[in-house]
């Protein structure tokens, strides 16, 4: 089992930035990529950007130049530092993890809410 606990949502005006964090607990060895995830409302959850334990990084190409994805292995952590946001950057951003057997696990989410 992994849990994974978000913080670091809120709300922002458009041009601001936040910080994500996603701390893992559990069988964390086994996680092989970490990633963000949203679901804004009435849209399907789509891919942010993920990073793998060798800290290779892929980013959506709407955030790309925008969104750093970062991991701290030491403190079992993956970070999203999202800037110049934008109001359609509004959803609920997921962390997830991924272990080598392909199971994944999610957070629970943190809502992120940008003001135009």
């Known amino acids: 089992q992994v849990q994974l606990v978000e913080s670091g949502g809120g709300l922002v005006q458009a041009g601001g930035s936040l910080r994500l964090s996603c701390a893992a607990s559990g069988i964390i060895f086994s996680i092989n990529v970490m990633g963000w995830y949203r679901q804004a409302p009435g849209k399907q959850r789509e891919l942010v950007a993920t990073i793998t334990v060798g800290r290779s990084t892929n980013y959506a190409d709407s955030v790309k130049g925008r969104f750093t994805i970062s991991r701290d292995n030491a403190k079992n952590t993956v970070y999203l530092q999202m800037n110049s946001l934008k109001p359609e950057d509004t959803a609920v951003y997921y962390c997830?993890?991924?272990?080598?057997?392909?199971?994944?696990?999610w957070g629970q989410g943190t809502q992120v809410t940008v003001s135009s």
């Open positions: 997830n993890a991924r272990l080598g057997t392909g199971r994944g696990y």
